[in-house]
């Protein structure tokens, strides 16, 4: 029988959230082991620390401002947490500035010692796109790209078979 380490995964998420809405890249590296992974659905994955606050810091707030992020229902077993999340910007891409983008996804995290040793998420990327102003073949391009990274994964292969 697995404890419920939902309150600590809260508290872990309210300072991952403080540190992205205040583009604050050392306090969103504290989040996660030294070798931690953030796996971004976008800008991919960001290694160990150094790494992680580059993320946030050139392109989460080099491409957006006006970040909220709020998540909803955590839960955790102290191996692996879970959450629902709304996060909005507004886009300071050039081609898209001041486009308003809200978008919902799910995040998953593996923990270790209290902290995120991986860290990756499931959001409708068409959606943000569609919000930004994309032109429908850039979304395509994204969705055949994350089509082939869903099908290379080992736990999709049963799937395929049909």
């Keep these: ?24 890249g050392a306090g969103l590296a504290a989040c996660f082991t030294p070798e931690g992974t953030y796996s971004d659905y976008i800008y991919g994955d960001f290694t160990g620390p150094d790494e992680i606050a580059h993320l946030l810091n050139r392109y989460f707030h080099g491409d957006g401002r006006d970040y909220k992020w709020d998540m909803i229902d955590p839960v955790s077993d102290g191996k692996t947490g879970y959450a629902r999340y709304l996060f909005s910007f507004t886009s300071t891409m050039p081609e898209y500035a ?3 983008v809200v978008l919902e996804g799910t995040t998953v995290a593996k923990l270790q010692d209290g902290l995120i040793a991986h860290y990756h998420e499931t959001a409708d990327a068409i959606c943000a796109m569609a919000q930004l102003g994309l032109p429908a073949e850039v979304m395509y391009r994204r969705g055949q790209k994350n089509a082939k ?6 736990e999709s292969q049963p799937h395929k078979a049909g």
Excluded: P
Aim: glycine share 4%; no cysteine; aromatic share 6%.
């Design 1 to 24: 029988m697995s404890t419920d380490h939902s309150a600590e995964w809260k508290a872990l998420l309210d300072r991952f959230t403080t540190a992205i809405v205040a583009n604050d």
């Design 98 to 100: 001041g486009n308003r």
């Design 149 to 154: 990274a869903l099908l290379a994964r080992e």
